[in-house]
T-cell receptor, first 118, second 111 residues
Framework: DAGVIQSPRHEVTEMGQEVTLRCKPISGHDYLFWYRQTMMRGLELLIY????????DSGMPEDRFSAKMPNASFSTLKIQPSEPRDSAVYFCASSSSGGIWGSTDTQYFGPGTRLTVL | DAKTTQPPSMDCAEGRAANLPCNHSTISGNEYVYWYRQIHSQGPQYIIH???NNETNEMASLIITEDRKSSTLILPHATLRDTAVYYC????????????FGTGTRLLVSP
């Protein structure tokens, strides 16, 4: 199993540019999560999907951020326009609700995308 | 708002047991205790979870006190590769509940 795949691993862009981060979850997982990690705020959940449907986007910082999951094997997180304060490591994670204990599923994280906005 | 309290940092000698404490005094009867760790520059990694019984897997052991107000993660023979930030998280077992990561414990394993 390849695990959760994220691309790119590093992204450097200039303020005002559009940034698109990509994620391929583990095959068969029905939950997908986007997190952001900074030194100041730690690891924060931005949004999560269940069966490709956004369930909770309360962690999305503002309208400049958007996320989509067009199918079970692909999701994007887009920032438009980007700002220097968006610089962070963005993690994608996936999980399966099919465990015998129901919701006691575990999340599997990707390697992250380190975003730097100049 | 994490519902757990962990020491900010701990040290451990290589080969010795690392015992990482976590206080969760407001834990409810339907909440599990989860442990994740994050090695530098990597995504968080699941370690173990439990409800009230002690649990053990190939990575670690989890000891939960009888009143469930605290727990200890035990790495029996710490290696340099166990140097990481360890997060203790409490989470209900009914319905889907997101993980809320606190600040964790930074464990440094030294030779």
């Amino acid at each position: 199993d390849a695990g959760v795949i994220q691309s790119p691993r590093h992204e450097v862009t200039e303020m005002g540019q559009e940034v698109t981060l990509r994620c391929k979850p583990i095959s068969g997982h029905d939950y997908l999560f986007w997190y952001r990690q900074t030194m100041m705020r730690g690891l924060e959940l931005l949004i999560y999907f269940n069966n490709n449907v956004p369930i909770d986007d309360s962690g999305m910082p503002e309208d400049r951020f958007s996320a989509k999951m067009p199918n079970a094997s692909f999701s994007t997180l887009k920032i438009q326009p980007s700002e220097p304060r968006d610089s962070a490591v963005y993690f994608c994670a996936s999980s399966s609700s099919g465990g015998i204990w129901g919701s006691t599923d575990t999340q599997y994280f990707g390697p992250g995308t380190r975003l730097t906005v100049l | 708002d994490a519902k757990t309290t962990q020491p900010p940092s701990m040290d451990c000698a290589e080969g010795r047991a690392a015992n990482l404490p976590c206080n969760h005094s407001t834990i409810s009867g339907n909440e599990y205790v989860y442990w994740y760790r994050q090695i530098h520059s990597q995504g968080p990694q699941y370690i173990i979870h439990g409800l009230k019984n002690n649990e053990t897997n190939e990575m670690a052991s989890l000891i939960i006190t009888e009143d469930r107000k605290s727990s200890t993660l035990i790495l029996p023979h710490a290696t340099l590769r166990d140097t990481a930030v360890y997060y203790c998280i409490v989470r209900p077992n009914t319905g889907f509940q997101k993980l809320v990561f606190g600040t964790g414990t930074r464990l440094l394993v030294s030779p």
